[in-house]
């Protein structure tokens, strides 16, 4: 980012204008590049279906800046924020989804396994809470090997049920781990509400273990990153692992296809959300009036942000499909 | 309770409806909850979502969230709440969205409900539907697409049934709440928006353990299981364009499984193919295959062949996942060259 | 039991001297049981192994002596101590133990399976934490069909490294199940101090889901019987479920096998505890001191339950086996 | 690093020693662990310990605890650290005490080991040995005596290694720690305290996929694995005193599966009884048998013949437990009929 802002509040707060708008950028990338999904399942051309992170982006994109880029993820069914967040590259990842040959992982993943080593993303995640133990496992690996790196490990609340978790926490904090439980709290487990599937305070359960934790507003990216720098530091240097539930809202149903959604969920409370409490809106408006970017500054990302992502729609509809003789490769290494 | 216990073919005998493959399952479990109070239902969605799949729609309106529960996503939680109720007077059915999520909950079904009634030397009994789906071809990639039915297959104490019609699904389910011991249910969830079928009126239930004809014939036995029936089906009627008459079993259960229709069906045609969407190697093709070349090896004009779906984890691109599973040309090319045509 | 005491601080403390003096007999029972498998093993009598309860009698004694006769119990591999506190009959006890057709499971079972519906035992379990599934689901049934029954879980700490059981506690605090959680702390899982494999407080980990937990002393019968009576019967009026962790110890090895423990636990530790913390000892002094049963009274308990005990033995060791036709009944119902 | 890549044989002709079968594990383990510093291993009472069969001790005082790891009782959780670490650069030995703890574990093992290679598309890579027990007759009971290994052997992306002699079990587990992939390597438990033989003194791993021809022989094959094997080799010195010459021939891995020397000796022998210790239905049998009888149909006298475990829950009491397991008297009655002696 060209931009140089002056001194600010923002700064004074510790994070650079750079990164500031960088945290912007990446939100707005993926905003875009999930409307872009949801507009490619409505015209038939996505196989499968997809769950969109639209009004969460605060919360992948606070917590990834705060790494390195050798830092590790895991991430969910819910994964593209994630994946772009740390780095992805959109062409791949449409082609992925596309079930393309040139996609991140030749087609064989799809939405919900997209992995790729180059930016340290061990891979999305269709079993709930299924990445816990790669997560515990890398930030294992990561103190054995001394290599410096921290794994943050994302989740929804709902993930919260598998009792593999709880087998992780006490892993995690018994050998002093470093990795982050990102626990994104969107308060639906598809369409149950979670009040209905957790018995007592979420944060309480990684207490329990003896785990830092913290409540993180997830809309304010810059409460996410400022949290989950504080913990990713922590744990970089060897003083263990930590929790944040980050508070956080999904804008559209749980995949693509759960449009009727006022039987589980309030269109009052949506509109709240969308209207009061958007990630990309609140720092977008806080950048410019704290005047560490102008209007014309943002306009212009908006503007490189959506060519890049029409030009990597149209490379991963025009990529070719994988030879079904593919379907017997990488069975073993 | 006026009831009705058909085996093969009724369907074509008695006054029918059609409908779908989830509708059935839905009738079963409404008709056993109004029959038998003790029944819940319990999963993740299962109430007012009706299910992922829509296909318990309705039920929480008749029957309340008191029985058709809600869980949090804690299948091997809710699983093992399913056997201690059932040990204790109830007789749950436990509705496993996605047969993956089988990996999560094999201790529950495999070392608690399958063994308790014998390890207790006959004292506790456990009678506990597991629903679980199974199938591929969604575009659900490798983790949502697997037809694991040959595990339980493999556990003594469990019954396994993989029904592949509408009036199969509804009289196995029947039978599969009445029974004593933990039954795996597995649902082909491709099914639910392809299969419709004719369904007797009437209250009926189809005994575990009886193989059904879906046709009939004489060159050749093509055993299919779950969604692999209707490809066998579209295979036989190419094959008899070409002036072979197949012959097409459905054992309808793995476990128990009736060897004998199995046996007599190949040793009357000679020759049988098995054809499965489970994972090729160490599945249940192996097995069925093994006991029909036992029993009829001395009629047999050549080995017993088999279809499975690849041995690849499932893909999501579209044309690698069509590569993984038997079609009706598969079956059919496979056919044709066992006869020698 | 015939002995009527005088009013006392006992029955000040609400326990009656029947009561009172019950428990020392189930206690000691236990005790000469436990005595016996280890002799039947030493003298390559038993088949397999054993896992003797020796030092834990009070927390079973004391828990099932506040459940009614149709209230529940899930036990583990160290379960002849709750089997017996539930009402077992020691004859078919010993019976199963030796694989004869006359146990409680036709032999079928053996030592880490008997179970019996007569006196509600659901089932000892080899399975750690295994049972904790079934414990929840039991007291599920009793609340749907109103009976009024209450579930005890035994288990050890061990049991606490298994996600299946926080999975049961979350369940149960939401759904409101009469179920109490008996987490038996005799500090060791296996060869391995419970130190090395849990993070934080035990019972921080019951009250993360916003469930009543306790810590009681399991050497102390009668702590621990008014502690499961208080949850007892709050389970039992629908207040929903509890946890209790009941420090207590193992006095001879993890399994009748485990003969030198020195490296993994030290012998002035086993003393203390031996020496100073014994259950029934401190329960007979406490009888005794209070005068609600003299030294006669309980000579003569001892003197019955010798000669029961050894009756049993005596019927279980010239038991017949089964014939190995029956290997292939009670597959199905 | 010097080393030898011998198939089968070997033990025989080069120089040897004779140990235990515990201990050619603890020896494979020890000797990789001093070549590659990223080899750990981590479970449940193995430093201190040795593990509950004392078969590793003496390790953690070589390795320290850094790399002898004790673990919490989380099944789950411990191999799903090993997933995780194998895919970041190490190579984890997960020690699972009893192979009914297997059932715990399956979701880390097949939704998650065995497809994030595929799923990847060949991106990351997991090299985790999961080293689980099988085996009855140790009066163990239901939940501590399964023989599982036909389950991971139904699922792609893993490997399956069932070694029968310390030789075997020291080459294979080599070859397992070295193996990209996810290798799943059950041992016979009874072995640890029945089974000794010579391992060469040399540094040697097995290559998977081999099978090992145990005693050549022209009369019929019994094609046994694990603790069978032994039982097979007892069988056909009893059918050698009535003039049958039985070949015996251990597959070793049941994935990859050697299918060219269990076809060939087929028909060679043109008779074959394939035996396993596993539940009898819908196991590896199965699956061997059926390999067997379509690449050997021709020159085969008779249907492929198995022989598992009785096919009900592992119960207690000795003489129910020995009436489980085939025993030798078993195969050599059922070979002897196949034979028409
Ligand atoms: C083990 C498992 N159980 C159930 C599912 C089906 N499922 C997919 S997403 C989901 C809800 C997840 O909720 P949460 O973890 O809060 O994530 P969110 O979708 O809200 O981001 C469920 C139940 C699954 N994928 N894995
Ligand atoms: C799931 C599982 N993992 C491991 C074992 C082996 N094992 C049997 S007892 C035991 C220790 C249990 O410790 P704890 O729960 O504290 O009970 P204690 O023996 O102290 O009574 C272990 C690890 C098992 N039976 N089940
Ligand atoms: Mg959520
Ligand atoms: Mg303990």
Redesign the interface.
Known sequence: MSTVAKPSKASAAGISADALIRMYRQMLAIRLFEERVNDLYTRALMPGLAHLYIGEEAVAVGICEALRDDDYITSTHRGHGHCLAKGADPKLMFAELLGKEAGYCKGKGGSMHIADPATGNLGANAIVGGSAGIATGAAFASKYLKTGQVTVCFFGEGALGQGVLYEEMNLAQLWTLPVIYACENNMYNEYTHFSETTAGDIIARPAAFGMAAEIVDGQDVRAVYAAASKYVERARRGEGPAFLQLDTYRYRGHHVGDIAREYYRPKTEEQHWVGQRDPVKLHSEWLTSEGIADKSTLDRITAELTADMDAAVEFATSAPYPDPSKVDDDVYA | MPETVVGSTHASTVKAREIGFGDAVREAIAEEMRRDP?V?LMG??VA??GT?FKVLKGLVEEFGT?RII?????E???????????????R?IIDIMFG?????I???????A??????????????LVIRATMGAT???????SQSLH??P?????L?VVIPSTPADAKGLMKTAIRD??PVVFFEDKISYTTVKGPVPDEDYAIPFGVADIKRAGTDITLVGTSSMVQVALGAAAMLEEIGVNAEVVDPRT??P?DEKTLVESAKKTSRCLVIDE??F??????????VI??GA?YDLD?????LGA????I??????E???VPTERDVFELARQMCNR
């Open positions: 003790t819940v993740e969605d007012e979502a992922t008191e809600d869980t949090p996503i804690s091997p939680g809710f699983t093992g709440i399913g056997v201690g109720a059932a040990m204790t007077g109830m749950p993956d999520f089988m990996c999560l094999m201790d529950q079904v495999v070392n608690q399958a063994k308790i009634h014998y390890m207790s030397g006959g004292k506790w009994k456990c009678p969604r575009r659900s990639a490798a983790q949502h040959a595990w297959s493999h556990i003594p104490g019954k004593d011991n793995t476990w499984l489970g994972y190697r160490y599945g249940v093709t192996g097995e069925m295959a093994s070349a036992e090896f050549g080995p017993v062949r088999r690849k041995h690849v984890p893909p999501f691109s579209p044309p690698l069509d590569a993984t």
